[in-house]
């Protein structure tokens, strides 16, 4: 039998030295979308891996976000890994956290995750770290920095804080902003058991 277990893994390098609030105006539920290749023009598809900015005519590197500024926030950001879910992002706002969902090359799960792993019994791992970091761990793939989801995430941030200042999201980037705050980010996904 299948099913969807929900891991959150919480990066708490340092505790938060202000909490973060909220002074909106017009208190309300935002939702927030924007294409990753118009936000970073470094942004690059992928195809040998199945990632691209378009699918059918349609825009498919679309990145989501949401915030509910009615509701005490916690002052933490969560990135979804998988595809976007309103209900998931609408409960995670209930709970007073902002959300985002990038697109980043994760294309490889199609390719790679199917078949058996080569003997390197960390073969899926080193390509889901290059996934996420942008950095060189696997051979079989190559994905840049501006391609990964720490990067992706990094520009959607700055980009809705300029967007939404009501949801004061550069509360998540570095006092330089040349980085995201990874002690306010919990990065969350599905992954799919048998049992």
Known sequence: MKKLLFL????????ADEPLKLSDPQPQRYLLKARASQIDPRAKAHPEIEFVFEKKGKPADEENASVDTRIQPQGKLVIWLMGHSGGLFEMLNSYGLHAIQVHYANGWFGKFGKEPAPDDDKFLGKIRLEAATGEDFSDVVSIPKPDGMMER???FVKWLAKENPQGKWEYFLSADHASLRWDRVIVSGALRCHG
Request: glycine letters at 0%; a neutral charge; zero cysteines.
């Open 8 to 15: 959150i893994f919480a990066l708490s390098l340092h505790a």
């Open 153 to 155: 995430a990094f520009q």
